[in-house]
């Protein structure tokens, strides 16, 4: 199983981004898909779950209004769309697949996830 992730950068405050994570050798449509993120010095926190289906989101409030998840499962992929960034969203972002075809009501844990991709860089300057 692989996620790729990409689409991270450096940018300025207020600025949007887009990642995208894309899933091979898994069926895609069975997983519950999540992002979380890195901050140096800080531990690794969730910030978005899409349901296997995508009809249940869950943000953790920082992100709230800002950001939206999306998931094609004709294509694999999982995308965060990041909007009005500030300086503390800077942090490796990270997918990952749960097995799950639960209704996603409350933060995906680290603990439960079945597969992690490799990060992508988002920085944001002030």
């Known amino acids: 199983v692989q996620l790729q992730a990409s689409g991270g950068g450096l940018v300025r405050a207020g600025d949007s981004l887009r990642l995208s994570c894309a899933a091979s050798?898994?069926?895609?449509?069975?997983?519950?898909m999540g992002w979380f993120r890195q901050a140096p010095g800080k531990e690794r926190e969730f910030v978005a779950a899409?349901?296997?289906?995508?009809?249940?989101?869950y943000y953790v409030d920082s992100v709230k209004g800002r950001f939206t998840i999306s998931r094609d499962n004709a294509k694999n992929t999982v995308d965060l769309l990041m909007n009005r960034l500030k300086p503390e969203d800077t942090a490796v972002y990270y997918c990952?697949?749960?097995?799950?075809?639960?209704?996603?009501?409350?933060?995906?844990?680290?603990?439960?996830?079945?597969?992690w991709g490799k990060g992508t860089q988002v920085t944001v300057s002030s």
């Open positions: 990952a697949a749960e097995q799950t075809r639960r209704w996603i009501d409350a933060p995906l844990r680290h603990s439960g996830m079945d597969y």
């Open positions: 050798e898994l069926t895609f449509s069975d997983y519950a």
């Open positions: 899409i349901s296997w289906r995508g009809g249940a989101r």
